[in-house]
């Protein structure tokens, strides 16, 4: 899964141009981090945002994402390759069950990513659904996708 989520990530980095924030970095992580508590001094200073598997690590993901919103210029472009929720209750189950598996502790993997995007202003642009190959249920089902703000385009409620 780390192959595949590096591979995906030097495939997105190849592709944008400008000022990139790469969520991959503890200081990017950090600058949004702070970001979603308080406007940034270098408000607009990113012309895309990048997570491969970072966003789950925020406990507020929409204060991560607010954050994400406060940095990227009024034309940027958020783009993520996350892990998702399961639907249904028996996923329940399992997520709770899986919760206290090393390989997912302290992460927030059972969460409907897109909509908290949308939910902050964003639209998503392109979206693509897979599985990872791994034996840790919660990280099978990612979804890689891209996002965008429209004036004036209202936000999805949580």
């Not at 495939?11 to 200081?27: I, K, N, Q, S, T």
């Not at 949004?32 to 507020?60: C, I």
């Not at 028996?90 to 502790?105: E, G």
């Amino acid at each position: 899964m780390a192959a595949e989520l590096a591979l995906r990530r030097v495939h997105l980095l190849a592709e944008v141009a400008g000022a990139v924030l790469d969520l991959d970095l503890p200081r990017a992580r950090a600058e949004v981090a702070a970001a979603g508590e308080h406007p940034p001094a270098r408000s607009g200073a990113y012309d895309t945002v990048l997570s491969t598997a970072q966003l789950v690590g925020f406990p507020d993901l929409g204060a991560a994402l607010r954050g994400i919103e406060r940095l990227l210029a009024p034309e940027g472009e958020l783009i993520i390759v996350e892990p998702v929720h399961h639907p249904g209750a028996l996923a329940t189950v399992y997520a709770t069950m899986w919760s206290h598996h090393p390989a997912v502790a302290g992460l927030h993997v059972e969460r409907d990513v897109c909509r908290t995007v949308r939910s902050v202003g964003f639209v998503v642009t392109t979206i693509e659904r897979f599985s990872m190959p791994t034996s840790v249920w919660p990280l099978r089902r990612f979804v890689s996708a891209r996002a965008r703000r429209f004036p004036g385009y209202p936000a999805v409620p949580a």
